[in-house]
């Protein structure tokens, strides 16, 4: 193992070595209108009662919309998700510009190809730094169709 004395680079290239699985999370802003971003920090808090939470830099795009957010929708995303992906990691102004997304629960924007979609309600942010856990209460689900998953690794989408 080659020893990294930088802390910044040694979490860099850390994570670098671990696959997350990819997610796009949807909301609306304050004026109705969708916004979303693609995430690989989803994770499970536990099933009782049913939490997730998810990571978000207080800098991104989306930041303001999500602070007043009341609902969520966390899209898992599979092999045939990879334009999605890049869509929704790319320019904010261009993500729900094509037809592949519809209203969904709660009037949230959901991508129907995505392999399952969690409905949430924001619980709690908490702020660190520059960056935000938000920890989300699951309230239904929606399942696509079962794919390989899609995963980052070494800042690429990948099949898993």
């Known amino acids: 193992m080659t020893k990294i004395d930088d802390s910044v680079e040694a979490l860099k290239n850390t994570f670098r070595h671990h696959a997350s699985g990819v ?22 808090l536990g099933a009782t ?5 998810f990571n978000v830099a207080s800098g991104s795009s989306t930041w303001p919309s999500l602070c007043q957010a009341t609902w969520v929708a966390i899209h898992t995303l599979g092999e045939q998700n990879q334009v999605l992906a ?6 904010h ?3 729900f510009l094509d037809n592949d ?14 392999t399952s ?8 942010i908490h702020n ?16 696509g169709v079962e794919q390989r998953p899609l995963i980052y690794f070494q800042r690429n989408y990948l099949i898993g």
């Open 23 to 44: 997610t796009v999370i949807t909301l609306l802003d304050a004026d109705g209108n969708p916004v979303g971003f693609t995430a690989t920090s989803v994770t499970s």
């Open 49 to 53: 009662p049913p939490l997730a939470s």
């Open 86 to 91: 890049a869509k929704m990691a790319a320019d």
């Open 93 to 95: 102004t261009k993500r």
């Open 101 to 114: 997304w519809r209203i969904g629960p709660k009037g949230l924007p959901i991508f129907p190809e995505a």
């Open 117 to 124: 979609v969690l409905i949430a309600a924001v619980r709690e």
């Open 128 to 143: 660190v730094e520059n960056n935000a856990v938000v920890i989300v209460d699951v309230v239904e689900g929606l399942l």
